[in-house]
């Protein structure tokens, strides 16, 4: 046995990083909905001035990090490591930025789940004594995703209802360890632990309802976490979903209940918070750039601000793909967890 | 600084993790190559029984994990994680396998790169007392790769001479942590430490010149390795490189020269050890399943059996996408870094 882990799946680390800094980009309909005080920059033009959505997405991208680092005054030179990934095939807008950011690179492929997964393996490197300074991040573009994983956006195609929205976004946390001495804008916001999750899949094959193909994996991974650490429900003031969205955050809430959770008002789905319903996105939004930038934007502002201690943050990623689909695959799914807690040490 | 960094990209291991176990599944081609009789399965038709060759893909990377841990009498449940990836979009080779394997999972993408990728994280992970078996593989399939990166099988494309052919095979690594008891079919072979490789662009952009997009990547991280050591090349009995093919070797060894590193006799690349120049395979072999089976097939039996001692095994990934190509992109490329010893503790 491990010792840093308990149970089948969760790790918990004796010197939890910090969060030191976090920056968000998002699109324009993001900046238009409920959260959009919160981000930090928002693009009016989904092309950001480039030839190419595909080009955006990158600049995005690396301008986040870019920004995050300026933040807390540091050269992004200064960094060990950027851990990150996005939707699109070789994940070319996260390998394309770290070209021009020039740091050590690890590419990973989680698909929605991306942040959480950056977060937690960025957070186990650096507990483990490797890094100092990590840079986490995870975007979407949702005109890059459209026509990567269903049709040209110029068909002007018809979605039901129980689609969701890819965000257009990009979010970046900056994690620290323990002995960083540099600044933090955030008031003590610490990464305490993590469940890496498994793979599972209920047989949904629709493109058009990845809630429903996510849910079942989030409701997975928390009910694990649970029995891994011992803990109830009750010890998180908050069980934040990557994108569900509502239809998704339903079943959620409903399978949990059946295998005893019973989440009260604590649950929040990024893909539920970040559009209005009046913007017309059927069950709401979804892609890494979704929990990435609701993470960094919103949920990371108000533990600073102490409306939250204890967060459970849990991305879920669809591991679709239209050649999978074409041969009949369902769409299996999987979502990672981590523990942000606030004030300790 | 972090405690266990030295410079600005290497890591070095306190309790070097051991390869316990490892095994290879490839194709005909493959069988029928210089290195056949390390390999453990060969196929001889390249759906394995399956109605797609990506279904075949996912069930060789899914028996290659089951493989590895029967041939030390474990119950794949035991791993603590799953690390790995594959060259189709999505990773679906990997997601898919993982799904039926049930354990853990972190998805990797660095193209040709993902073995060291996979290797590097789950010996820090293991090293960083997360884990205590892991499993790390990589993937690909000629078949799988040609219809999505290039062209249909059935257009009968030609190649230039300088074109590389993706290998059909995968390979999986057992990792244990240092203080594991079970069994172990590998005399001491520890990973004592590892270089995490930056993105590096030299401004190609022919998808059939893959060998020099990577070359440069491979010479930035060799080089960073042995100023981060302060370690002579002489150190290493054998330098391996993934798949730079032999076109790219040569520009490997021209520019490790031009920096100062005379690799002699001691480079070898596993694309271009893979075929036999009569197998009409220009430059070699490539793909992230070319070092995952290389790996575990010929070099750790090498190894085991003592011909080498100290080997710096560097896989490379060329970080294109047809989009971005078609985009007018270039072809970045990575190269990350793990260090083989033997019978140290």
Redesign the interface.
Known sequence: ?????LG??T?VFEKPPRIISGATIVGDMEGKGPLGKFFDIVIKDDTWGE??W??AERKMFEESVRLAFEKVNLNPERM??MLG?DL?????TA??A??EI??????????CSTMA?SLI?GS?????????VTACVASSHFSTAER?FRMPLEMGGQTPPTAQRTVTGVGCSVLA?SNYEGECIMDNIFVTGGT??????MGISDANNMGAAMAPAAVDTLVNHLRDTERDISYYDLVITGDLGSFGSLLFSDMCKEKGVDLGDRHLDCGNIIFDKNQNVDCGGSGCGCSGSVLNGYLLKRMHEGDFERAFFMATGA??????SM?G?TI?G?AHGVILERGKL
Not at 1 to 5: E, F, G, Q, R, V
Not at 88 to 92: C, G, P, V
Not at 124 to 132: I, K, Q
Not at 319 to 324: F, G, R, Y
């Open positions: 046995m491990a010792h840093k882990k089948r799946q790790l030839k190419t595909e080009k060990d490591c990934g699109l095939n070789q994940i070319i390998s394309f770290a070209r020039k740091a050590p690179f690890l590419g990973l492929y989680g698909a997964e393996l186990m490197l650096t507990d483990g004594g490797f890094f100092d990567q360890s890496v999750g498994r793979v599972v899949d591991l679709m793909s239209p050649t999978a041969q695959e299996p999987i």
